[in-house]
């Protein structure tokens, strides 16, 4: 029967070890998988940061061409004015040469009627005041003459430098429109590519969103399951040591009764020994005591009473030696029990340092589910609807009078303090996940 249930509870504990076995490894596996979530989000976050550094690299692009635009429109108008003044200038010159042209056309008219007056006054005689008159004639048409050459090259300079100014205007016209043209051109270039990049930010944060919240419950799920592990666990180990424990205790028991048996029946085989011993002695003194009187009586007798003392002093002997190998057996159970004893307290403290592990765990665990569990919280309480706030639509921000666009991340300075909060916090939590139980 004891034997049956040894053999059941080593059954027992084999199976409970197995299972403990299979538990641990269970157990592995689920923190290696949560490592890999934390690893998983952690990438999330870091694409989402990307994302919302490139998103905030297109504004300021955005917003760098906007003002080259404006810079473009801005020059175009002066040019545009530089052009009218010169233009007017232009006009001013034109009026000033039709003027030049009617002087020397009259200047010409002139002096065809002084040089007809001259060729008539010629056939009569002359006295001295008309040659005076003459050589002043002649004198004013020569003047006349170099006013009308000096005119005529001031006319074709101004005609020249008017010719050049209009190719100028043409020219800086031509330059400006297509400046303006091509800028507008890369500023719906710009338009287009920021939507669309808008469009897969879009698309990328949505999808990171919907992996992190997938993340999040596979966590909480995992979390779950971790925190059943452990309370099944730390059932098992309980049930485990319980089971050795009781083996153990059993077998100790088993080899006392048997040892306190063994103790009684060599106790009793002493006390035997030592009744015939006192027997054997009390015949040997008969013996002795018959022996000397016979010695006495019978002198001839001497050599069967000698031989007869022999053999009682044989059999005291014998006896002797088998009362010594008693009291060897009796000391060597004695040891044997004082051994089995000092295993029994090996088991008692070995039992209670099991109690103390079996604690040490319920108390690591304990640790990590609040570890986790602070994970959860913090993850849930984290950036949810900041990201799409920030990832409006560009040409709804965009103001069509002043030509400008708001940045909308002024909030910048309140993330970053969430961050560095949210980073001591994980800080705080590897601290207490690191930490060992004493």
Not at 202 to 226: G, P, R, V, W, Y
Not at 248 to 276: G, I, Y
Not at 312 to 330: F, P, V
Request: aromatic letters at 2%.
């Amino acid at each position: 029967m004891v034997a049956e249930s040894e053999a059941a509870q080593t059954k027992n504990a084999e199976s409970a070890h197995l299972e403990l076995q299979s538990l641990k490894g269970n157990l592995i596996e689920t923190i290696s998988l949560m490592e890999n979530m934390k690893n998983q989000l952690r990438e999330s976050k870091e694409s989402e940061t990307q994302a919302q550094a490139l998103a905030r690299e297109t504004l300021l692009q955005l917003e760098t061409a906007k003002l080259s635009v404006e810079a473009l429109r801005a020059e175009g108008m002066k040019a545009i004015e530089a052009y009218s003044s010169i233009a007017s200038e232009l006009e001013r010159s034109r009026t000033r040469i039709n003027l030049l042209e009617g002087l020397v056309s009259k200047l010409e008219a002139d002096t065809s009627n002084a040089n007809r007056n001259l060729s008539q006054n010629c056939s009569g005689d002359y006295d001295l005041g008309q040659k005076i008159k003459e050589n002043q004639d002649t004198m004013e048409s020569k003047h006349l003459e170099e006013e009308l050459s000096s005119l005529k090259s001031e006319v074709g300079q101004l005609r020249s430098a008017l010719e050049i100014a209009e190719t100028k205007l043409n020219e800086g016209q031509i330059q400006s429109t297509v400046k303006i043209k091509s800028a507008f051109e890369q500023l719906e270039q710009i338009k287009h590519q920021s939507g669309l990049r808008e469009v897969e930010l879009e698309a990328e944060l949505q999808k990171a969103k919907s992996d992190i919240e997938e993340l999040k419950a596979n966590l909480m799920d995992k979390e779950t399951e971790l925190q059943g592990i452990s309370e099944e666990n730390e059932g098992l180990h309980m049930q485990l040591d319980k089971n050795l424990m009781c083996q153990r205790e059993s077998q100790l028991n088993n080899d006392l009764r048997k040892l306190a048996q063994a103790v009684e029946d060599l106790k009793a085989n002493l006390m035997d020994k030592e009744t015939e011993l006192q027997n054997i002695s009390e015949e040997n003194e008969m013996l002795k005591l018959e022996i000397s009187k016979r010695e006495l009586d019978t002198p001839n007798m001497n050599s069967n009473l000698a031989a007869e003392v022999e053999a009682a002093r044989s059999a005291e002997k014998e006896a002797l030696m088998k009362l010594g190998l008693l009291m060897e057996e009796a000391d060597k159970s004695n040891r044997r029990a004082a051994r089995m004893a000092e295993q029994l307290e090996a088991a008692q403290s070995a039992n209670c340092e099991a109690e103390a592990e079996l604690r040490r765990l319920k108390v690591q665990s304990d640790q990590w589910r609040k570890a986790a569990e602070a994970a959860a919280s913090m993850l849930s309480t984290g950036n949810n609807g900041k990201c799409m706030e920030r990832s409006g639509s560009i040409d709804s921000n965009y103001n069509p009078i002043t030509g400008k666009i708001p940045l909308p991340y002024s909030d910048d300075i309140d993330d970053d303090l969430l961050k560095k909060k949210n980073g001591n916090v994980l800080k705080k939590i590897g601290v207490l996940w690191k930490k060992p139980q004493k």
